[in-house]
């Protein structure tokens, strides 16, 4: 069965400073998609950065990107310049396009003033 | 477009009452999923739907769950009877697309049973 594993529950990070949240997973497929998924305090989910597998560049967007290792099986998001509003849960997910995506169990990120 | 819309976004009943939570897709998604939240479980996919047709409902946790999705804009997930153990926060996402794409969270339901 597809897993996903966060092995930080929590994380914190000094405002401005960059942080680097850890994702493994574990997948059979050639094929498949990574996402990153933010939950602020308001609890309304929304899509950070995605990922597909076949492609070696690592996806960014502004101030987020991943370091995406596919031998290693590690999809992790790194957050430079870290503001007050990037507090909140981060889900990694992997999915095919023929399967549901599978969440990982979160990472809290607290950002400090 | 207004986006995933759920109601209601908090309800507190009774344990043994019925509980409807409702759900309207993003329209064009061809995919409705919803989730359970809880601190301690994290969050769980219950059941998902394609073209109204459930497709996986093996998250159910028992019978007394129970999902619908009559037309393709508009879905149901009805609790009953309802348990304490059911208090937890129940989100709604659509997508256009199964595991690859996107998917577009509503702002969840958070449900107390006492």
């Known amino acids: 069965a597809q897993t996903v594993t966060q092995s930080q529950p929590e994380m914190s990070v000094q405002e401005a400073e960059t942080v680097t949240l850890s994702c493994t997973y574990d997948t059979s497929e050639s094929d498949y998609y990574l996402f990153w998924y933010k939950q602020p305090p308001s609890r309304q989910m929304i899509l950070v950065i995605r990922?597909?597998?076949?492609?070696?560049q690592n996806a960014t967007e502004n101030r987020f990107s991943v370091n995406f290792q596919k031998a290693a099986k590690s999809f992790s998001l790194k957050i430079s310049d870290s503001q007050l509003g990037d507090a909140a849960m981060y889900f990694c997910?992997?999915?095919?396009?023929?399967?549901?995506?599978?969440f990982g169990p979160g990472t809290s990120l607290s950002v400090i003033p | 477009d207004a986006g995933v819309i759920q109601s209601p976004r908090h309800e507190v009943t009774e344990m043994g009452q019925e509980v409807t939570l409702r759900c309207k897709p993003i329209?064009?998604?061809?995919?409705l999923f919803w989730y359970r939240q809880t601190m301690m479980r994290g969050l769980e996919l219950l059941i998902y739907?394609?073209?109204?047709?459930?497709?996986?409902d093996s998250g159910m946790p028992e019978d007394r769950f129970s999902a619908k999705m009559p037309n393709a804009s508009f879905s149901t997930l009805k609790i009953q009877p309802s348990e304490p153990r059911d208090s937890a926060v129940y989100f709604c996402?659509?997508?256009?697309?199964?595991?690859?794409?996107?998917?577009?969270f509503g702002p969840g339901t958070r449900l107390t049973v006492t």
């Open positions: 990922q597909e597998a076949y492609k070696q």
């Open positions: 739907f394609n073209n109204n047709v459930p497709i996986d």
């Open positions: 329209s064009g998604h061809d995919y």
């Open positions: 996402a659509s997508s256009p697309g199964q595991g690859y794409r996107e998917q577009y």
């Open positions: 997910a992997e999915g095919t396009s023929y399967d549901k995506v599978i």
